[in-house]
């Protein structure tokens, strides 16, 4: 049963996987990470990215300015704009590598321990990618909640909230750790069902090893 459900599995990974890794370039891109309301012109909803802030009116009309400088960004949009940048790249490779490495494919196919190690290493290249995108999703999130409660800002003043690309981004993190989760499940269950058969053939070897020896003269 391990063996045939091995395939489906792997393709789970491989689909969920993907799936995160198209929300987390989503994610770098849109300029939804934070979202100002207006009290005074409620027609209004600024938001702001990694890379340009936008302002939303009722008409459904958008324009956007990308930021001048990349030095005068708040340090969590800075990092964040690399961790994301190599939470791509990461996920990219991992996709690559577990592609080549799953049972379905025919390249390849004698080389089975090969084919294991590059399902071994998109997996952890899928977790690297998943923590790497709820890393600055979550730092943004968290100087977001400090801005929001800050005691020394003045009431009159708007206050930024989460805006809809960090949910996008933390969707895209869990993708990534369980679809990097399930790849590495069906390395596990291969593992253990090959030990079994072993075992079952020595077990088989010996028994058959005894009786040769109990019907001799």
């Not at 956007?64 to 990349?70: L, N, Q």
Request: proline residues 4%; aromatic residues 10%; negative net charge.
């Amino acid at each position: 049963m391990a063996l045939v459900y091995q395939p489906v599995m792997q393709l789970s990974g491989i689909l969920v996987s993907l799936l995160g890794w198209v929300l987390s370039c989503l994610t770098t891109y849109l300029p939804q990470w934070k979202n100002l309301n207006l009290e005074l012109n409620e027609l209004e909803i600024w938001t702001m990215g990694l890379w340009q802030a936008c302002v939303v009116q009722e008409e459904g009309g958008m324009q956007c300015k990308d930021f001048d400088s990349f030095l005068a960004l708040p340090p969590e949009l800075r990092i964040s704009r690399i961790l994301m940048f190599f939470s791509n790249g990461s996920g990219l490779l991992g996709l690559l590598l577990s592609g080549f490495g799953l049972d379905c494919l025919k390249i390849g196919e004698r080389q089975q321990e090969q084919k294991k190690r590059l399902l071994l290493f998109g997996g952890m290249l899928f977790w690297i990618s998943g923590i790497t995108t709820i890393v600055p999703v979550s730092w943004v999130a968290h100087s977001t909640v400090q801005e929001f409660w800050d005691e020394n800002i003045p009431d009159i003043v708007p206050r930024w909230d989460f805006g809809e690309a960090l949910f996008v981004g933390w969707l895209a993190g869990f993708c990534l750790i369980l679809g990097g989760s399930l790849l590495k499940c069906t390395i596990c269950s291969t593992e253990v069902h090959l030990s079994s058969v072993h075992y079952a053939v020595a077990e088989q070897q010996d028994q058959c090893q005894c009786l040769e020896t109990e019907t001799r003269p």
